[in-house]
């Protein structure tokens, strides 16, 4: 059988490829290299699909409908006498034409960034020793790093020009933000009133209002949509608008007037929030705190760097926060992040110095709280209005999943005793258990795999993951285009707009759209972490670790380093008494005398690294 199918390309770094099909049967097809030669990883194509007798489908007669990518990266190589970009393999199987105003800047093995025009690579930038592995990630994963001059010049304009429109002045209600030291875009604010007679609070939680900035389908908007994402990589931010906005007009600054979307929340002493309002706003911050210094404050009572005037807000917002606690607490849910690995740079040479285990603290957990509570409030509020919206849905896992939970659970020494349905409160009594285990880090992996990801889409639904009946984002439009969509469809309706309906076919298209690039930036991350990992640990071949089994491949064993949250793999054939098997549910291997389950605490020595695809592989110590 022939059909023409529209898909989604992926090249293999030995040369063929495949089209992943939308929505189509088989979802993908076989292409052979020659076929692929104009092509780049992540064209969206229309393929003919030709189905063999043997049963095997292939893509031919491709035709290029759209090519998210706009950027190169590789190394110059000459083909009679002609300048080349030689492209990482994952990204194109060929060398793409090299272009310059000044080719005489091209010497053979420099590395280059590029953007694409037709079929020909145009030189923008030399890359030095120091950036070769950040931009290989960036390009590897089709990062748009690059604005246009046309986007550059707007966002100058746009930032001396914001439409301000009328807004309550709250410049004169005590306000903070509290974020890492070295955060640039700051596109939240906290300011709390003290507990009235009843004992409620007003929190109001202010976000930066980059509509005022980023007319819808502006060149930056459009711009903005193309990306949907800051991308943060270690070493570097790519942000979702140019830092003319992102870090400074737009961003809520200290000491500077700024442009806000406030929702305020009365919050009883139960924890519950029994009013949202919602307003546009102008705001000031008086102060601009870091985690450490407020975690310290709460610890001890005081700190250095603390300002008196905004002690008092600090206190209040403490009390909003542990109210909202006890009533997430009550729900269930679970925090799937909780702890990370974080990797240090030296500040002047860029190198991965050391790798840890960061665990939260009370002023991340404030945060956190509010803006949850945020979130869900404006969800509430949008629904109960019949308003569309880009809402954040994680489902409930289907009885198979929570079946395969609890077998997973059981490798790691748990009796969850889940029944056939998982509940928010029974996920949350689980993850009770494990909490300040040795092994939590590598098990909240395996429950983030087998929950699944969230998704954004019209449809208000919960969030299993947070135990929330509704939920959105509404608190990072400078990072997040999801969050823009929300505040724009706010601002309509506060600016008398009544023509909007729930449901929006053209948001959910652009919903789907952003969740695909949501998951290219999250694997960017996740790969710049790994390579730095590997470089890292470069220079610790035959160190011994530990850690827990996180993943069954065909190929082997992933592990998950404790104490660091890297991974590493233990090939198959390196395993005793080989050959070794997938056993039914993916979830183990099993061989002659040994079987390895997710789940699994082992012992190994580093191996080797490459830090180029981000691997470190492991040899198996046995007891």
Known sequence: MNSTVRGRISIHPRGFGFVTADGNEPQSAFVAPPDLNAFLDGDIVSAKWVVADDGRVSAQQLTLIERPRKELFGTVTYRQKKPFLRVDRLVANTDWPLESSNPSLFIEGAAWVATIQGTTAVAVRPVTESDLAIERCV???????????????????????PTIGLRRDLRSVPTVTID??????????????????????????????????????????????????SVYLAGRVVPMLPH???????????????????????????????????????????????YDSVSEFFAEGHSTTIAESVIPTLRWLRTAAARISATRAARGGVDLAREEAYIELDSETGEPTTIFARQETESHRLVERLMVAANEAVAEWLTNRGLPGMFRVHDAPAPERTARLAALAQNFGLEPGFGPTLTPRGLSAFEA???????????????????????????????????????????????????????????????????????????????????????????????????????????????????????????????????????????????????????????????????????????????????????????????
Do not use: W
Not at 185 to 190: C, E, G, K, S, T
Not at 191 to 219: K, Q, T
Not at 479 to 492: E, N, S
């Open 139 to 161: 390009a590897r994963h089709g990062i748009r790093s690059v604005f246009s001059t046309d986007v550059l010049s707007a966002a100058e304009t746009a930032a001396k020009k």
């Open 180 to 229: 890492g030291p070295s955060t640039r875009d700051i596109d939240d604010a906290l300011s709390a009133y003290p507990a009235d007679p009843d004992g409620a609070l007003r929190v109001l939680v202010s976000i930066a209002d980059v509509d005022a900035f980023v007319p819808e389908g502006s060149v930056i908007d459009q711009e903005a949509r193309l990306r949907g994402t």
């Open 433 to 623: 258990q494990f909490r300040t285990a040795k092994f939590a880090p590598a098990l909240r992996t395996v429950l983030g795999k087998t929950l699944g990801p969230a998704r954004y889409t019209v449809i208000p639904s919960q969030h299993f993951g947070l135990g929330a009946p509704l939920y959105l984002h509404f608190t990072s439009p400078i990072r997040r285009y999801a969050d823009l969509v929300v505040h724009r469809i706010i601002k309509r309706y506060l600016n008398g707009d009544r023509t909007q309906i729930a449901g929006d076919a053209t948001i959910q298209t652009l919903a789907e759209r952003i969740n695909h690039l949501g998951y290219i930036a999250s694997k960017a991350e996740a790969e710049r972490h790994r390579m730095l990992v590997a470089r890292l640990l470069s220079n610790r071949i035959g160190e011994r670790v530990r850690g827990n089994v996180i993943t069954i491949k065909p190929f082997g064993l992933v592990i998950q380093m404790a104490g660091t949250g890297a991974t590493g793999t233990i090939a198959n054939d390196s395993l005793p008494n080989g050959p070794y098997q997938l056993d039914p549910s993916h979830s183990a291997l099993v061989g002659s005398t040994h079987r390895f389950a997710i789940g699994d605490a082992v012992e190994c020595t580093i191996a080797s690294t490459n830090e180029d695809l981000g691997r470190i592989d492991l040899t198996l110590i046995l007891p």
């Open 244 to 290: 003319v906005l992102s870090s400074d007009a737009a961003s809520l600054v200290p000491d500077q007037d700024r442009l806000a979307l406030t929702v305020e929340m009365r919050i009883d002493p139960e924890g519950k929030v029994t009013s949202v309002d919602l307003y546009e706003s102008l705001i000031r911050s008086h102060a601009r705190l870091d």
